[in-house]
């Protein structure tokens, strides 16, 4: 019989491995959602060994949806090197109408968001969710609860009842302090990380290599060992910096604008408050018919996306599987410091 009739049912049908969302093996993502509601861990804010300029680097980022092809565009702020930026504008007018114009208000939130992520990398001393992270270093991003606490043990507030209160920068790999994890599910899309907190001891950064523990000293032999250690297991941060717009981008982003601003008179007050006169003249142009706008491309970035308003368990993309949470507890039979710590939370 002649195989012209033969046909594969896998042509017809998703496979499971293409539905799943890809993940980012170099971001730390303590999701609780991936864990019955509830993460705990421990890790050490470190330098970035390649820039320290850069070991709690910010970016703004913002998203445009389109609800009549469900295609999401996200795109990093050009505020982030200080660049006119017509998306912090657009923020801005969005916001203003809050009061006066609240549905109008409600109807452009949904469709455009603005915020900002911090990137660190962290040493993760345990972990009994993912025991396997224990001992490596990962890129931590973060929003404004726990850049508020780092901020904290840098410039503490004065308190009258205290001789002094000491500054401690949590970076520091003599003089730093370990963090304590604790994450939980406030809603179902907002994540509670009220519990974190920084230890209350100052303590020397401590790493494992192999099975044996190393303890950071002030001595030329410790330096070069943590040195190595760092350049050898850190991840580059380069993806994470601030990614400049070519031209495509410039076009998708004014595209995006019109169909986010549908009422000309808001348009015509965002074009008017916006010092970004290279998208002010691309918007006005596509407007007149200059520039006949192209289709924009089904593509969606969400590794870019992560911050407490957008990072959900659903549409996280460094979401693990849930079944990974019985098979990854921890291999370590005895107690170590932590659990105690875990047992009171």
């Known amino acids: 019989m002649t195989d012209f009739f033969d046909l594969s049912s896998d ?11 890809k993940t980012d093996p170099n971001i730390y993502n303590p999701d609780p959602g991936a864990y019955n509601g509830s993460y705990k861990s421990v890790f050490r804010f470190i330098p970035y060994i390649f820039d320290k300029s850069k070991s709690k680097y910010t970016k703004y980022s913002a998203k445009f949806w389109n609800p009549l092809t469900k295609e999401a565009l996200y795109v990093d702020c050009p505020s982030n090197v200080e660049k006119p930026s017509i998306l912090w504008d657009l923020e801005t007018v969005i916001r203003s109408l809050k009061s006066e114009e609240p549905e109008l208000h409600e109807q452009m939130s949904s469709l455009f968001s603005r915020w900002h992520t911090h990137h660190s990398p962290v040493y993760i001393k345990k972990d009994p969710q993912r025991s396997e992270l224990e001992g490596t ?10 850049n508020s606490l780092i901020e904290a043990q ?3 507030e004065e308190d009258e009842l205290l001789d002094s209160v000491s500054s401690v920068n949590p970076f520091h790999l003599l003089e730093g302090k370990d963090f304590l994890c604790v994450v939980g599910k406030k809603t179902k ?17 401590m790493f494992k ?36 717009w070519d031209e495509e981008t410039f076009n998708r982003v004014a595209e995006a604008i019109i169909s986010t601003v ?12 916006t010092r970004d006169h290279k998208m002010k003249e691309l918007i006005q142009s596509k407007l007149s018919g200059s520039v006949s706008a192209r289709p924009s491309q089904a593509q969606s970035k969400a590794a870019e996306l992560d911050s407490d308003l957008e990072f959900t368990s659903n549409d996280d993309p460094f979401t693990e599987p849930a079944t990974a949470a019985s098979s990854n507890s921890s291999s370590e039979s005895e107690s170590d410091d932590y659990d105690s710590l875990f047992a009171d939370l």
């Open 11 to 21: 042509n017809f049908v998703n496979s499971s491995s293409s539905s799943q969302r």
């Open 137 to 146: 270093i990962k890129i931590f991003k973060f929003s404004a609860q726990i």
């Open 189 to 205: 899309q907002f994540r509670d990380w009220s519990k974190s907190k920084f230890m209350d001891d100052v303590t020397p950064f």
């Open 154 to 156: 840098i410039k503490p």
């Open 209 to 244: 290599i192999g099975e044996k523990s190393v303890v950071v000293e002030n001595n030329e032999k410790s330096v070069k060992l943590v040195q190595e250690f760092m350049k050898k297991n850190t991840p580059e941060m380069d993806q994470y910096f601030h990614k400049e």
């Open 262 to 273: 549908s009422n000309r008179a808001v348009l015509n007050m965002l074009l008017e408050k």
